[in-house]
């Protein structure tokens, strides 16, 4: 029955004179992700609404799920559009949806409808009245509930008539490309792909940087981080994967630095790194997993103690998130279960004993001190030497 859908925005709608901006935003992410469903779609604008419409046979589940990835979008509605031939039509066309869609079903139901076109010659009351009582009529099982219907039969009067009862919910967020690219510093744990995800949902592009530490992590450690890249870019649209080889530089740490600062300071180099990465190609912040105490290196000391090495704003977006929570988020996304697949990254390779929780910044700076001028020249050639993956 449903050939085409209207797309309900969010936060968009308040935008202002600019709200052309996000919509043309929204429209474009749409169409990338249904360039890649089975059947030719027709995307237009028109009043604050977005349509989607379908040319000829098409494949409604996978639209249906491929709109449900992309930000901006709160809710689909699947919906009849007919042309206004007057009133006796319209109430033809509604008759046969509710046949189609609630014939036999005892359930609440109530008429809204909306009437853009103020040459309609009935008003929205008078419409919600005369079809709310024609469906009493013909469908014994139907009861009228104002206040919370099982049925929101919705009636939108424009150029043409829009019919619809079912909203299937969007992921919300703003659209992609609205605020900007970011790096996030992804690993094969739980945490970072749900950071990255929630951050492109406020409409940033996500690039990627891993740090790979071979042997101490396998080859299998690094496929598993890009298999999470493709879960991420469902949403986040192609992501730029940094593979960075921190072998040389996690070894020279952990022989000169104090073992309790070992994970500090690494996790200072990568920030470096990545943050030398993200200014190279044109990020505006970096992107972490982190939630407060959940590790010795996320109390509150320690990301003082990181974000000492940042000049760009470092995003935290799981920051007061319980376990719980993040791993709700992951389960959605589809990333938990490869997270969860036994394979070390070089976070947990070099974990000391008893790491420090309560890190002070100078006494750190001071250990980095008996890593000389060498450690410059092991950055700089990690970063002359790391993988680019095209992640999509």
């Given at each position: 029955m449903f050939q085409a859908f209207l797309i309900k925005y969010g936060e968009i709608g308040v935008k202002g004179k600019n709200r052309y901006v996000f919509e043309?935003?929204?429209?474009?992410?749409?169409?990338?992700?249904?360039?890649?469903?089975?059947?030719t779609f027709q995307i237009t604008k028109e009043q604050g609404r977005i349509y989607v419409e379908a040319e000829?046979?098409?494949?409604?589940?996978?639209?249906?799920?491929?709109?449900?990835?992309?930000?901006?979008?709160?809710?689909?509605?699947?919906?009849?559009?007919?042309?206004?031939?007057?009133?006796?039509?319209?109430?033809?066309?509604?008759m046969e949806y509710m046949h189609r869609m609630y014939e036999g079903v005892t359930k609440t139901f109530k008429v809204h409808t909306r009437r853009a076109n103020k040459h309609y010659p009935m008003d929205s009351m008078e419409v919600n009245a005369e079809l709310g009582g024609r469906i009493l009529e013909q469908f014994p099982g139907l009861k009228v509930d104002v206040h919370a219907p099982d049925i929101l039969l919705q009636i939108e009067l424009r150029s043409h008539i829009c019919i619809y009862s079912e909203v299937i919910p969007g992921p919300g967020g703003m659209p992609l490309g609205t605020n900007g690219r970011s790096m996030l510093l992804l690993s094969g744990g739980i945490d970072s792909p749900v950071a990255g995800y929630m951050v492109a949902k406020r409409g940033v592009y996500i690039d990627a940087t891993y740090f790979h530490a071979p042997p101490y992590t396998s080859e299998r450690a690094k496929e598993k981080v890009v298999d999470l890249a493709k879960k991420v870019a469902r949403y986040t649209g192609p992501i730029r994967l940094h593979v960075v080889n921190f072998t040389d530089i996690q070894m020279y740490i952990y022989d000169r630095c104090p073992h309790d600062e070992l994970t500090i300071i690494m996790r200072r180099?990568?920030?470096?790194?990545?943050?030398?990465?993200?200014?190279?190609?044109?990020?505006?912040?970096?992107?972490?997993?982190?939630?407060?105490?959940?590790?010795?290196?996320?109390?509150?000391?320690?990301?003082?103690?990181?974000?000492?090495?940042?000049?760009?704003?470092?995003?935290?977006?799981?920051?007061?998130?319980?376990?719980?929570?993040?791993?709700?988020?992951?389960?959605?996304?589809?990333?938990?279960?490869?997270?969860?697949?036994?394979?070390?990254?070089?976070?947990?390779?070099?974990?000391?004993?008893?790491?420090?929780?309560?890190?002070?910044?100078?006494?750190?700076?001071?250990?980095?001190?008996?890593?000389?001028?060498?450690?410059?020249?092991?950055?700089k050639e990690a970063l002359d030497t790391r993988e680019v993956i095209q992640v999509r």
């Amino acid at each position: 029955m449903f050939q085409a859908f209207l797309i309900k925005y969010g936060e968009i709608g308040v935008k202002g004179k600019n709200r052309y901006v996000f919509e043309d935003a929204l429209v474009a992410r749409m169409k990338q992700v249904l360039y890649h469903v089975d059947g030719t779609f027709q995307i237009t604008k028109e009043q604050g609404r977005i349509y989607v419409e379908a040319e000829g046979a098409f494949d409604y589940e996978e639209t249906v799920a491929s709109l449900q990835r992309v930000f901006g979008i709160v809710g689909i509605c699947p919906v009849v559009l007919v042309e206004d031939r007057g009133f006796e039509e319209l109430s033809r066309d509604v008759m046969e949806y509710m046949h189609r869609m609630y014939e036999g079903v005892t359930k609440t139901f109530k008429v809204h409808t909306r009437r853009a076109n103020k040459h309609y010659p009935m008003d929205s009351m008078e419409v919600n009245a005369e079809l709310g009582g024609r469906i009493l009529e013909q469908f014994p099982g139907l009861k009228v509930d104002v206040h919370a219907p099982d049925i929101l039969l919705q009636i939108e009067l424009r150029s043409h008539i829009c019919i619809y009862s079912e909203v299937i919910p969007g992921p919300g967020g703003m659209p992609l490309g609205t605020n900007g690219r970011s790096m996030l510093l992804l690993s094969g744990g739980i945490d970072s792909p749900v950071a990255g995800y929630m951050v492109a949902k406020r409409g940033v592009y996500i690039d990627a940087t891993y740090f790979h530490a071979p042997p101490y992590t396998s080859e299998r450690a690094k496929e598993k981080v890009v298999d999470l890249a493709k879960k991420v870019a469902r949403y986040t649209g192609p992501i730029r994967l940094h593979v960075v080889n921190f072998t040389d530089i996690q070894m020279y740490i952990y022989d000169r630095c104090p073992h309790d600062e070992l994970t500090i300071i690494m996790r200072r180099y990568m920030m470096r790194i990545a943050q030398q990465i993200a200014e190279d190609t044109g990020c505006l912040a970096l992107i972490t997993g982190e939630s407060i105490g959940q590790v010795a290196s996320q109390t509150v000391p320690s990301l003082v103690a990181t974000n000492d090495v940042c000049t760009l704003p470092v995003f935290r977006p799981l920051i007061a998130f319980d376990k719980e929570d993040i791993v709700s988020v992951a389960k959605k996304i589809d990333t938990y279960e490869i997270s969860i697949l036994p394979f070390e990254d070089c976070c947990t390779t070099f974990v000391a004993k008893h790491p420090v929780t309560k890190p002070q910044v100078e006494r750190i700076r001071r250990s980095e001190q008996a890593l000389s001028e060498k450690i410059e020249d092991m950055v700089k050639e990690a970063l002359d030497t790391r993988e680019v993956i095209q992640v999509r």
